[in-house]
């Protein structure tokens, strides 16, 4: 996380973790160039140049606005950070800043190679460069995608890497149609996946159920990039990928709660789900009841049919 953000002092560039201040991770993708979240609260602080060398997002979380100075072109300008308010960059130097007041924010980074790979067609037109956007206007949008993120994340200590990537990719997604210098151009694809395709990607599923999958490699299966993928997938199946997989889980988990006297921990974790408390969460929403008062109840059925 230190690589993400420098400051030049005196000729010298050197890591920087936060300004002054706390930083919090909030959480992240798996892949060390992709999303990270972080809370940060920092005093009134001056910094010299900053180097950001990936797409940074801060969305305020203040609860009064505070002032920012940001030099351009040898003049300082000023702006308001504002709840809910966005600050946003690409990868570029920064001619140095200040703050008065409180600077509370939710900041993302996103790596240069993840914001490529979330596109709809990765790699085929210029590289995403994101306007710079200094005490931006609340963004309702951006909010729910944060927050979004921090519910998975607070909620969950290992979250599944389905949801996670989802999330992240729709951020990305959003962030280069929104705020592209270049504004991404999406191409319609109002169809699902090809049987052959569909074939290929539900044979995978059920082939790697127990690990931790990734939209990523699904999408390469299916021969799409992640953001096409995942509608043609819900086109094709009526679920997100996130929703097909559990109700897999779930289905798998309950052939083992009939016929397998086994901890509910060693069945959590032989069909998928990171936790006891997150495949008892998941099985109660398909199924209205916990895994351990189903297998009692399918035990003694069986035990009554075989009296």
Not at 10 to 34: C, E, M, Q, W, Y
Not at 64 to 83: A, N
């Amino acid at each position: 996380m230190t690589e993400r953000i420098v400051i030049k002092h005196k000729g010298i560039l050197r890591n920087l973790f936060t300004p002054h201040g706390t930083a919090r991770l909030v959480g992240g993708s798996n892949a060390n160039d992709g999303l990270i979240l972080e809370e940060h609260i920092s005093p009134p602080t001056e910094l010299p140049e900053i180097q950001f060398l990936t797409h940074m997002i801060a969305v305020g979380k203040v609860t009064e606005p505070c002032r920012v100075f940001c030099k351009e072109g040898g003049l300082e300008k000023d702006c308001l950070l504002v709840p809910g308010g966005v600050f946003l960059s690409t990868a570029t130097l920064q001619k140095g800043i200040r703050w008065e007041g409180i600077f509370h924010s939710s900041v993302m980074s996103i790596g240069i190679p993840m914001m490529e790979l979330a596109m709809p067609e990765p790699f085929s037109q210029r590289p995403v460069e994101l306007i710079m956007v200094r005490g931006g206007a609340r963004d309702v949008v951006l909010g729910h995608l944060v927050g979004a993120l921090e519910e998975v994340f607070g909620r969950d200590s290992s979250p599944q890497q389905l949801v996670v990537e989802s999330l992240c990719n729709a951020t990305a997604v959003y962030l280069a149609q929104r705020y592209g210098v270049f504004p991404l151009k999406i191409s319609q694809y109002r169809s699902g996946l090809t049987p052959d395709r569909l074939s290929r990607v539900l044979d995978y599923i059920e082939e790697y159920l127990e690990y931790d999958l990734s939209v990523m490699d699904l999408a390469g299966v299916a021969c799409l990039s992640p953001y096409h993928f995942g509608k043609m997938f819900k086109r094709s199946t009526e679920q997100s990928v996130h929703q097909y997989v559990i109700a897999r889980r779930v289905e798998r988990a309950k052939t083992l709660l009939t016929s397998q006297a086994r901890p509910l921990v060693e069945i959590a974790l032989a069909v998928g789900f990171g936790d006891q408390s997150q495949f008892t969460s998941a099985f109660r929403h398909q199924t209205g009841t916990t895994p351990g008062a189903y297998a009692r109840i399918k035990r003694g059925l069986k035990r009554v049919s075989e009296a």
